[in-house]
């Protein structure tokens, strides 16, 4: 792990260490926590972006948060001030999406989520209903449990029922909290934890970030390898691992979920299964200035 920081001063950066990020072709970003809070940009996040795009370099956003469609992340984003393309654009939602139409073609789906997020599984074919009351006449196949900021006990009621039932049970991502300039909100890995505490079961599936194949179905979209992209966010269970597991090289940033005092040390590391980023800055601002430093 090299720190482009260290502790309360800036680190003389080395030559080394710039040439390995701006070496690299594709950066694969998080969005909550890592360029935007709610909906107000990082500082520096625009301008990490207009540098890649200076140097004409791949990116895109990859974000687990379920709870928007890829066509409202785009327009947020639009009017945030980035300028991106939606092929800039992956979420878990596009993920699960894949998921239903390889391994569930044409089979009836319960999701739990919001109407946003259901409305882009219907575009793109998916047989499915939330689970209302009034839906609950029909048979399902499938369930999916997606980031529901409209959760109601309705809603969960009935998911919990048809998870009993014994249906193949899906989470969109693992993301125990989403970061939000109130703090950490419940997200889907809380919401695991409860319907898990009420039926007994866990999910069969948990898609987005740190599962290889988002990392893969962004290599092939982009025709990188390995060893020129780099992942940049601010988990280190989603994020870094998927990163750290896989061989491609990350840098956490401090803007969102994982404070300093979280950082696993190589020489004392936290936890049974500590992951290790390759790289650690404040924010993309601080990673814009030692790369604009070193290229200077």
């Known amino acids: 792990m090299e720190l482009l920081w260290e ?4 680190e003389v950066a080395s030559f080394a260490v710039a040439k390995r990020l701006t070496e690299k072709n594709l950066f694969i970003l998080d969005m909550d926590g890592t360029i935007y809070l709610d909906r107000t940009p990082i500082p520096g996040a625009i301008d990490f972006v207009c540098w890649l795009k200076a140097r004409q370099k791949d990116f895109v956003f990859l974000t687990n948060n379920s709870s928007k469609s890829s066509e409202t992340y785009y327009k947020n ?3 945030m001030g980035f300028e991106i393309d939606r092929e800039n654009l992956c979420t878990s939602n596009h993920a699960t999406i894949l998921f239903l139409k390889d391994r569930f073609p044409n089979q009836r789906v319960l999701f739990m989520g919001t109407s946003d997020a259901a ?6 074919g998916i047989d499915l209903a939330l689970p209302f009351d009034r839906c609950m006449d029909s048979a399902y196949d499938v369930a999916v449990l997606g980031y529901d900021t409209g959760l109601s006990y309705e809603k969960l009621k009935n998911f919990c029922h048809w998870v009993r039932k014994g249906l193949f049970y899906i989470s969109t991502h693992p993301d125990i909290n989403c970061p ?5 909100l419940p997200d889907n890995g809380a919401m695991i934890a409860l319907i898990r505490a009420s039926t007994g079961r866990s999910p069969d599936m948990v898609l987005g970030k740190p599962q290889t194949e988002m990392l893969n179905l962004l ?3 982009f025709g990188r390898e390995k060893a020129e992209t780099l992942i940049i966010g601010d988990r280190l269970y989603t994020d870094i691992r998927m990163g750290a597991e ?3 090289d990350t840098l956490l940033v401090l803007s969102g979920e994982t404070k300093e005092e979280s950082i696993p040390n190589e020489r004392d590391p936290k936890g049974v299964d500590p992951i290790f980023p390759t790289f650690v ?8 200035a030692f790369v604009l430093k070193m290229e200077a």
């Open 281 to 288: 800055s404040r924010s993309l601002s601080e990673t814009l």
């Open 180 to 184: 939000s300039l109130e703090g950490p």
């Open 119 to 124: 409305e882009e599984y219907k575009k793109q």
């Open 7 to 10: 502790r309360n001063e800036m």
């Open 77 to 79: 984003l639009a009017c």
């Open 219 to 221: 290599l092939k979209r």
């Open 246 to 248: 896989n061989g491609v």
